[in-house]
């Protein structure tokens, strides 16, 4: 449950101009969170699965390994697309921005089947740290930019939406069962509020660290830190999963009655964020007063 999928938010809050740092620090937090959580996720399916023994030492070992592994694996995929796509710049041939943004996409299957496939770390991780690295220094060679944006909008909004019409289908066909029992509609309930609770709790302490980091040196108020929280939407990731889970059910260590609850519970936290936080979030942003209309804007609107 612990992965955020912000794209809305943040869309909405660049919309209605919100401080840029506020933007950047949710999708740098959902970045970390999307690392974090498929990390935890491995270790304890792999746990769960009996596949192997772990204790104390080994799971923090384990899991640093597969962070900085997956990290400095990253950075180095990155870097040798990103001499590729500086070579591929020639502004005189028809077909560089085809090649460019086809190397993107060969810089992403690359990053995860290489972490995932041969030194068996965090792809997830990989993946972000060369398109960090990527992000960081490829748009000066880049031949056509709005191709690039246009194509990798594209290919995210279809994603996103075939693993939601995915997890749409399959959680239906499970409410329709007799699996689902209505204390567990109470149960979804107590989880979405405990989720919004222990975010705010955690970006709160988070506070003064927030501060430091923010590259203008700005404050991140109590204001910024609501908006965080109620922006925390859970998407494509817990769901993508959640249908793991429940397809493979920890080979055979958990019943199909609990795989099925693990998707419900999964699915019901993203309705129930799509439905009250990303429709309410406007409201909240305005009564706050975080976003800031400049003189033009407020011109043009009369």
Known sequence: ????????????????????????????ESLLNDGTSIVLYTVAYTILSGDTEYGFGSIAVDIMQKVLGAVGLGMYVGFIFNGWIAWAA?????????????????????AWMVAE????????????????V??????????????????????EFIGNALIFFLAGAVNGKVMMDDTIELRDYGILVLIYIALNLIRYLVLKVSQPLLTRLSGDGSKVSSEDVLIMTWGGLRGAL??????????????????????DRVLFYTGGVACLTLVLN?????????????????????????
Not at 293 to 302: F, K
Request: charged share 10%; glycine share 8%; with cysteine.
């Open 134 to 155: 990527l992000a960081d220094d490829m748009w000066r060679s880049v031949v056509h930019k709005e191709s690039m944006e246009h194509i990798w909008h594209t290919v």
């Open 1 to 28: 449950f612990a992965a955020t999928d912000p794209v809305a938010v943040v869309g909405l809050l660049k919309e209605l101009g919100a401080s840029p740092t506020l933007t950047a620090q949710i999708q740098g």
């Open 117 to 132: 496939g041969i030194f068996a770390t965090s792809g997830v991780l990989c993946t972000v740290s060369a398109a960090l």
């Open 278 to 302: 990303a429709t309410t979030c406007p409201m909240l942003v305005n009564y706050l007063g975080v976003a800031k209309t400049s003189t033009g804007q407020r011109w043009l609107l009369g």
């Open 238 to 259: 817990g769901l993508a999963l959640a249908i793991q889970v429940r397809s493979n059910l920890a080979n055979g260590h958990i019943t199909q009655d609990e795989g």
């Open 90 to 110: 020639d502004h005189f041939h028809h077909a560089s921005a085809l090649i460019q943004v086809s190397l993107t996409i060969c810089c992403a299957y690359c």
